[in-house]
């Protein structure tokens, strides 16, 4: 079985590009009847906020990204000081006393000589009584993982091929600080084996930390459990830029909450964030079978997905359009039932604008003035007018084309006018019964009175 998760940070609200991994790793699962997670990374006490989580919850529920199950870094820790010991045993792991300056400086050198900002590995060289000395003047350490220099990394990325890392070309990473606290690697790492996680699929920020990580799979697995606890399958995504086709600060701030506020449809987004960056064209899909049946890693392209305001709107004027009434009901005025919904539909962008066109229905409207040519023209229109039959609107129009020899415009304008106010809007065929004829006939009359 499948099993994929989603690991946000709740240093923040989600943006558009955690959306779209959230929505692709539930998309993954969801396919194959699998298993998606949510696991909330919070081991960073300080930055971490509660309301954040609450938000992320919140923001996936909005989206309809539902998991199957939600784990806590900070409920965890047990596990990770299991993992560090199980490694520190077998001896991949071991302190560093380095402080933040002499790191910098170090790397300031090697990059002044033109060399790559590697560890150097100084800390395994310090004998026993060198760190000794270092603890008894009150340094605590910091924990590195050894990588094993022996290996070349590879693996087979899903999205982005045949995967190939030195290990020599990385530092060894900075698993744990001098206060205790976890850096993202291991405990990630450990949840991952923990929670069965089949499939890692994420940013391509994260392509180095995987060549990390799997070395730790196979060090937590050989030095933990002896069992085979398979090592996930990873894949790496295109980032998300922006319409201009750069990363951008304002795609850093927009999620959820900006989406809702400007009164787009959870399907509208989800539509569009399946399919950029994939070779299938972006379309006003609102069933999720369908997005689900066509979703394949096969298809993501390596080049960065475009995020496009506009194509987002387009996305949810046309998924509006087709909407089923029962799906909008809970959204619109008092009284607007399915005829009126599909006679509005048309017209909107957005689901919340139905009341605005509701209102041409209900009244009261304002009409414009109509002059001394218009007004017994309106007048006859007011005693031609008639409900009774299956399509009033035509039976008017054809009445009083043959009755005043008007055509186009001006035989359909003055009406469209004189009963709604307006100069466009929703089909006049299925707003006059809505209108309902002694309404309809007395603003008729009135604007033929002026
Ligand atoms: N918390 C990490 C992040 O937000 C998770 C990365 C991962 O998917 O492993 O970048």
Redesign the pocket.
């Known amino acids: 079985m499948i099993i994929t998760?989603?690991?946000?940070?709740p240093t923040g609200r989600l943006h558009v590009g955690?959306i779209r991994?959230a929505l692709h790793n539930w998309m993954l699962a969801r396919k194959s009847g699998g298993k998606f997670l949510l696991r909330i990374?919070d081991t960073d006490a300080e930055r971490s906020k509660e309301e954040y989580v609450e938000a992320i919850r919140a923001d996936l529920a909005w989206l309809g990204l539902k998991p199957d199950g939600e784990e806590r870094q900070s409920q965890r820790m047990a596990l990770y000081e299991g993992g560090f010991d199980a490694l520190r045993a077998a001896g991949r792991v071991y302190p560093a006393y380095e402080t933040a300056q002499e790191l910098d400086l170090k790397r300031k050198i090697q990059l002044g000589r033109g060399l790559p900002p590697i560890y150097d590995r100084a800390a395994l060289e310090l004998s026993e009584e060198q760190r000794a000395a270092k603890e008894a003047e009150g340094i605590a350490p910091h924990w590195r993982f050894k990588l094993d220099h022996d290996e070349l990394i590879t693996w087979e990325d899903g999205v982005r091929g045949p995967q190939k890392f030195d290990p020599a070309s990385l530092s060894d990473p900075v698993i744990r600080r001098a206060d205790g606290s976890w850096l993202?690697m291991l405990p990630?790492a450990v949840d991952d084996l923990d929670m069965g996680v089949t499939d890692?699929l994420?940013?391509e920020d994260?392509v180095s930390?995987t060549a990390v990580q799997i070395q730790m799979f196979t060090a937590l697995i050989a030095a933990q459990t002896g069992a085979a606890k398979p090592i996930p399958s990873f894949a790496h995504e295109a980032l998300l830029v922006g319409r201009e086709g750069k990363l951008s600060k304002r795609l850093g701030s927009l999620g959820v909450e900006a989406f809702r506020e400007k009164g787009l449809e959870p399907e509208a987004v989800i539509a569009l964030l399946a399919r950029i960056g994939t070779s299938l064209p972006v379309q006003p899909i609102a069933d999720r079978a369908e997005l689900l049946e066509s979703f394949d890693l096969s298809t993501f392209s390596r080049s960065p997905a475009k995020f496009d305001d506009a194509e987002l709107e387009r996305l949810n004027a046309a998924i509006v359009h087709q909407m089923d009434y029962t799906v909008a009901a809970d959204r619109l005025p008092d009284g607007m039932g399915e005829e009126a919904w599909r006679a509005i539909r048309p017209n909107l962008s957005h689901v919340g604008e139905a009341g605005e066109w509701w209102r041409l229905v209900t009244g009261p409207i304002a009409q414009p003035d109509f002059d001394e040519e218009a007004r017994p023209y309106l007048a006859a229109a007011a005693s031609a007018l008639d409900l009774s039959g299956d399509d009033p609107w035509h039976a008017l129009t054809n009445a009083l084309k043959e009755q005043t020899g008007r055509k186009g415009k001006a035989l359909f304008l003055p009406l469209r006018q004189a009963l709604t106010g307006m100069d466009h809007g929703p089909d006049m065929k299925e707003l006059l019964p809505l209108i309902g004829e002694d309404e309809a006939r007395a603003r008729l009359e009135q604007a033929a009175n002026g």
């Open positions: 998760r989603f690991a946000p940070s955690n991994t990374d993202y990630s890692v994420r940013g994260h930390n």
